[in-house]
């Protein structure tokens, strides 16, 4: 069965912290992306990645950077989170033209 | 942006009935895609159908594309309690980014 993991559900961080969230899918897909999920505005593009080491932004890229050094894993960086980044973040993988495979979500909440 | 837009926001329904939900969107596609969420939890993937497609069936689920109109709508027929979600489309417009509009609530009453 197709499995993306994220690796924490619930975080609770402090303004300034830098936050890891990573991201693992077993589906050896090219593509992997990540979005954050607000009430209103639907799922915003942060970044996303065609290949290894590649990424692209998205619509919304400030305040985020992204890594990924292989195929399946691609973790989100938010380098010293702010208190506006509090929001649910979902990755996502694909297979080029194919649907997307979500993670469970991982909710962010900045004090 | 490229996101779409559903309409409507949300939608209560009783048990039985059909539930219709639309998606407009702004520049042509590759395909466009509807997914479902239940609270809290990620987006599963319910449908896709091309841009030269323009009605796709899946079970319950009647999914039409009209690009002339830049719009798409997603039927779910004999609706269930268990079909109460949140409904996203999401188009594909370059091959690997998908833009996800901001959803329609559904609420199937038993």
């Known amino acids: 069965d197709v499995k993306v993991t994220q690796s924490s559900r619930y975080l609770v961080k402090r303004t300034g912290e830098k936050v890891f969230l990573e991201c693992v899918q077993d589906m050896d897909h090219e593509n992997m992306f990540w979005y954050r999920q607000d009430p209103g505005l639907g799922l915003r593009l942060i970044y996303f990645s065609y290949d290894v080491k590649m990424k692209e932004k998205g619509d919304i890229p400030e305040g985020y950077s992204v890594s990924r050094e292989k195929k399946e894993r691609f973790s989100l960086i938010l380098e010293s989170a702010s208190t506006n980044q509090t929001s649910m973040y979902l990755c996502a993988s694909s297979l080029g033209y194919g649907e997307l495979f979500f993670g469970e979500g991982s909710r962010l909440t900045v004090l | 942006s490229q996101q779409g837009e559903e309409d409507p926001q949300a939608l209560s329904i009783q048990e039985g009935e059909n539930a219709t939900m639309n998606c407009s969107y702004k520049t042509s596609i590759n395909n466009l895609q509807w997914y479902r969420q239940n609270s809290g939890r990620g987006l599963v993937h319910l449908i896709l159908i091309r841009s030269n497609e323009r009605e796709k069936h899946s079970g319950r689920l009647r999914v039409t594309l009209d690009t002339s109109k830049k719009s798409s709508s997603l039927l779910i027929t004999a609706s269930r309690a268990a079909d109460t979600a949140s409904y996203f489309c999401?188009?594909?417009?370059?091959?690997?980014?998908?833009?996800f509009g901001t959803g329609t609530s559904l609420t199937v009453i038993p």
């Open positions: 999401a188009t594909d417009h370059t091959g690997n980014q998908f833009y």
